[in-house]
């Protein structure tokens, strides 16, 4: 069975602070991806990686950036959090051949 | 236009009914089509997928594709309270080796006992 791990369930910070939100995949997928949902706005792409230190943006940025420095991690960086950065954030992997897999997401709260 | 499109209903139907969840996508050229469950507060799972006009079944679950139509669906037989929860819609768009797919909104299920 695939297993994406986020690193918390919960996390509450304060605007200006930077943010790293991790995930692991267990699975040698060479795709990840961060999406980041809220009500009525269904799920949004932030970034996704096909490749060990590549990425490419997805539909909402701004505000963001990522690494993946190896294949099994991906992270998500919020490099001056806000309080419109208040979300859930939902970190997925897959290979070209298989569909998605998603982690249990962040609740991230910006005070 | 949405690239995917979903009723957010909710929809409500009783226990042990058929529950018909519908989507509609804009990409003519759209390859694998595939259904999420999200329950309240939980991370969306992969539940069915299909490539190919017709229907797959898998136990209470049939999706349904027609490419003509831009159309696919989600058939849930004999529904249970267990399985209400927002169902998401996701495309692949045409030929893209990343895998990146496209979701509609969802459409939330209530079935009631």
């Known amino acids: 069975d695939v297993k994406v791990t986020q690193s918390s369930r919960y996390l509450v910070k304060r605007t200006g602070e930077k943010v790293f939100l991790e995930c692991v995949q267990d699975?040698?997928?060479?795709?990840m991806f961060w999406y980041r949902q809220d009500p009525g706005l269904g799920l949004r792409l932030i970034y996704f990686?096909?490749?060990?230190?590549?990425?490419e943006k997805g539909d909402i940025p701004e505000g963001y950036s990522v690494s993946r420095e190896k294949k099994e991690r991906f992270s998500l960086i919020l490099e001056s959090a806000s309080t419109n950065q208040t979300s859930m954030y939902l970190c997925?992997?897959?290979?070209?051949?298989?569909?998605?897999?998603f982690g249990d997401g962040t609740r991230l709260s910006i005070l | 236009q949405k690239e995917v499109e979903q009723n957010s209903g909710p929809l409500s139907v009783p226990e042990g009914a058929i529950a018909s969840l519908n989507c509609t996508y804009s990409?003519?050229?759209?390859?694998?089509f595939f259904w999420y469950r999200q329950y309240s507060g939980k991370s969306p799972e992969l539940i069915m997928f299909?490539?190919?006009?017709g229907d797959k079944e898998d136990g209470r679950f049939t999706a349904q594709l027609n490419k003509a139509s831009q159309y696919v669906s989600l058939l849930i037989r004999d529904s249970q309270p267990s399985d209400s929860a927002t169902y998401l819609c996701?495309?692949?768009?045409?030929?893209?080796?990343?895998?990146?797919?496209?979701f509609g909104s969802g459409t939330r299920l209530l079935v009631r006992p």
């Open positions: 997925a992997s897959s290979t070209s051949l298989k569909p998605q897999h």
């Open positions: 699975m040698d997928h060479e795709n």
């Open positions: 990686s096909y490749d060990v230190k590549m990425k």
């Open positions: 990409d003519r050229g759209s390859q694998s």
């Open positions: 299909i490539y190919s006009n």
């Open positions: 996701a495309v692949k768009p045409r030929l893209d080796s990343s895998y990146k797919l496209i």
